[in-house]
């Protein structure tokens, strides 16, 4: 089956290629940042690569800065629930970081009763499930319902290749992946977290409806999040005002995240989760959802987002050499 989703990006990838920065030290190429070993110290550098589902490959316009500036604003505002891998925002796309040994662990806390995949909440609720995760849920609830409150619903860390595959909180005390007192102060940190993130999204006129955290330990063993927090990525977010609207309508909410990609191709007929080859992002779509993502930003900051200038290449590596020079 062919649906056409318009003509495919022409949209160059931006980041910095291997030759900018051979002489500063290794440069892993990842599906959407590049990090380039300092010695003590890494250089995460946030491209405009969209790696949505597995199979949906494409850019989207200034992504990558969106998302660098608006994880550093987060950093700010969690400052004093946990400590972040940051040493320094060297540039719109760059940021400096502490190496760290992240757990082996994503931990993905959920206030809605909500998704459409096999994982999902509310797909294992509304097959009749009211243990998930080994957590209970009570009778009753629909589609989207807020939480009585906050849970955790971890998964695995993806390896090379691999999937995040759920597991549950006991298991993962039980098969050794954390101990129990780090995995009590993880807990704990994270709802905390997402209590901020859903507080700072409501006076934006958002909906925090879930996300993933990323934990690490640094060389002298505090727990640290070393990874973006409460982006359109690494979260999902509803349009507040529209989602009473939209479910007496008996539609899903407004998203204002990476999730408006995947919509827009299950809309089509498609199941961005499969396929053969990975799927181009096209030009009409990449521009809509490059326009969500600075939405969010400005939302969550009280800034319109500026772009600054491409290619980001020269300005990296330039950046880059001054860290080490």
């Given amino acids: 089956m062919t649906i056409d989703l318009g003509p495919a990006l022409a949209h ?30 890494i250089a995460l550098i946030a491209t405009d690569r969209l790696s949505a589902f597995d199979h949906v490959l494409g850019t989207v316009p200034y992504r990558g800065q969106v998302l ?23 540039d719109e796309n760059v940021t400096i970081g502490k190496k760290c040994t992240p757990l082996p ?36 609830m629909s589609k989207n319902d807020a ?22 909180e006991s298991e993962i005390v039980a098969q050794g992946l954390v101990d129990v007192e780090l995995w009590d102060q993880v807990r704990s940190v994270a709802l905390s977290v997402f209590e901020r993130g859903r507080r700072v999204a409501a006076a934006a006129g958002l909906v925090l ?27 999902r977010f509803w349009r507040a005002s529209t989602v009473d609207e939209r479910r007496a309508a008996g539609e899903e909410p407004e998203n204002l995240d990476k999730e408006f990609v995947r919509l827009a191709y299950v809309r089509a007929g498609f199941d961005p989760s499969t396929g053969d080859e990975p ?11 490059a326009g969500v993502y600075q939405e969010t930003f400005a939302a969550l900051t009280g800034r319109i987002f500026e772009p600054g200038d491409y290619p980001v290449a020269e300005r990296v590596s330039a950046a880059l050499h001054a860290v080490v020079d």
């Fill in 105 to 140: 662990v994503e931990v993905v806390v959920r206030g809605q009763l909500s998704g459409s995949t096999s994982t999902a909440l509310w797909t294992s609720y509304a097959a009749g499930q009211r243990t998930i995760y080994g957590i209970d849920f009570p009778d009753g």
């Fill in 12 to 41: 160059p990838f931006t980041g910095v290629s291997p030759a900018a920065v051979a002489d500063l030290g290794p440069l892993t190429i990842g599906k959407v940042r590049d990090i380039v070993d300092l010695g003590d110290t």
């Fill in 279 to 289: 799927w181009p992002l096209p030009e009409q779509l990449s521009r809509q959802t």
């Fill in 209 to 235: 409806v879930d996300t993933k955290y990323e934990f690490g330990l640094d060389a002298e063993g505090t727990l640290t999040i070393i990874d973006e927090v409460h982006t359109p990525d690494s979260s």
């Fill in 147 to 168: 939480l009585p409150e906050a849970v955790i619903t971890p998964t695995t860390k993806a390896g090379m290749g691999g999937h995040d595959e759920p597991i549950t």
């Fill in 68 to 90: 660098n500036e608006l994880a550093a604003w987060w950093f700010d505002q969690i400052a004093d629930l946990v400590p972040s891998h940051v040493v320094e925002i060297l």
